[in-house]
C-alpha cells in the first residue's frame, strides 16, 4: 500500500496494489471528489480513469518513483478491447473485432455464411441430443465445442452482450457436448462474422440508469434479477457522484411484448405515437388502434366512469365448448363444500366444470378510488385429505382493482387453525411488502 498527500489542496490519495494473476490498483481522493481516479493494471498495462488531468499526471509520477514505468499516453486497448474515441461526439467505443477474427479463424468459420440472429429459433438444446456411447463420446470430444464456448463467453462478457443468451443456452452442455450442440455453436460464430464491427459505445448524455429484461416464462423472477441489479447499479452510480435524476410519473411508458403482440401504455397519447414512430422505423409493424383484446383478454373501457375491464368471457366460452359443458347447469361457487378430492380418484375436469356460470366476470380496473394496496388472505385447514396439507390464497386490490391473487397448497402440515391462518398472513405479508416497493 502506498499512501501520496498532497498539502497544497488536501488531496490526500491512497493506492492499493493487489498481488494476483490480475494487477489492481485504486486510488481514490479521500475528499469524496467524484472526479476520484481509478487505476486498474493487467500484468505491467495500468489502465488510468478519472476527471482531473492534473491529479492523473501527478499520480503517474508518484507511481514512478516506486514502480518500473513506461508513459504510453492515452490508452488504445485494454484486455484485447480496442478503445475508439469520437470526441466530437462525446463518444467512447470499445471494440472486439480483432479478437473475434482470430476466434473465426481457429476455428475455421472466417467464411462461413452469415446469419443475422445469434442463435435459431428451430434449436431446441436438450440432453437427449447428447451422446450415450463411449465411441459417439470420443468422437465429439476431439471436436473443440468448449474452447470455442470459451472465447464466446469472453465475448459476451465484454462488448456482446446480445449473444449472452445464446451463450448461455450452449454452456448447459460443454460436459457431454452433441452434434446438435456443436451446430448451435457454430451459428453463434456465424452470427459473429456477420456483426464482427458491432461494439459498446458509451455517450456523453445524461446519467439516467434504464433498464431491459425478458425470459421464456416466469416473469416475476426476471424482473427479480433484474432488479436487484439495477439497485447494484444505481448504488455504484452513486458512489462515483453521478446521482440519478428523478423521473416524473407520467414520463414512463409501459410496452408488453408477447411474441408479435405489443401493447403500449402511457398518460400521455403524445409519448406512445412517438414511440410507435419510433419501432416503425426499425421493425415492420402495423397500427391496430386503441387495444381491445390482449392474450385473450377482452378490453373494455368506460370512460364516463373511468372503468376498465379484462374479461375472459370469449375464451371460457371456448373452453366450455370444448369440453361439452356449453349447456350445463349454472352453480354460484368455484367448488362445492362437498367435494373433497383425493389421490384415489381418478383425473377429472371438475374445475373447468365449476366455472360454467362465471363466463361474465372480469377484472376490473377503475379510477375513481384513492391509489392504495389493500389485501385479503385466508385458509382452510388439513384440507388436502392425502397430505393433511393446507391451502392458503391472498388477494391484493389497487384503488379498488385487483392486480395480484394466489391459492397454493403449503409445503408443511400446520398443528392447529391458528398456524394455518398465520402461515396464509405471512404470504400474503410477502406480497403486500413486494407490492408496497413496486
Known sequence: MVNITNHGDSHEVEVVVRKSACHILFAKASSGDPSQDIVRTKNCGPLYDGQDKELIARLKRDLSKSFDMKDLGPAQQILGMKIVREKTKRMLKLSLEKYIERVLERFNMKSAQYVSTPLASYLKLSKQMCPTTNEEKEGMNKIPSSSAVGSLMYAMVCTRPNIAY??????????????????????????????????????????????????????????????????????????????????????????????????IAAKKKYDIQKLKGLLSAEFEMKDLEAARKILGMEIIRDRE??????????????????FGMSSSKPIDTPSAANIHLTAMFAPQSEEEKEYIGTSDVGIINGGDTQCLVTGYSDSDYAGDVDTRRLMTGYVFTLGGSVVSWKATLQPTVTLSTTEAEYMALTEAAKEGIWLKGL
Not at 366512469?305 to 373452453?319: A, N, T
Open 166 to 263: 445464446a451463450v448461455g443456452v450452449v454452456s448447459r452442455f460443454l460436459e457431454n457436448h452433441g452434434k446438435e450442440h456443436r451446430e448451435a455453436v457454430k451459428w453463434i460464430l456465424r452470427y459473429l462474422r456477420e456483426t464482427i464491427r458491432d461494439c459498446l459505445c458509451f455517450e456523453g448524455f445524461d446519467p439516467i440508469l434504464k433498464g431491459y429484461t425478458d425470459v421464456d416464462m416466469a416473469d416475476y423472477i426476471a424482473a427479480t434479477e433484474a432488479g436487484k441489479e439495477m439497485v447494484w447499479l444505481k448504488r455504484f452510480l452513486q458512489e462515483l457522484g453521478l446521482n440519478q435524476k428523478e423521473l416524473k410519473d407520467d414520463s414512463f411508458i409501459y410496452l408488453v411484448l408477447y411474441v408479435d403482440d405489443m401493447l
Open 305 to 322: 366512469r373511468r372503468k376498465l375491464f379484462l374479461s375472459q368471457r370469449s375464451y371460457i366460452q371456448k373452453v366450455l365448448a370444448r
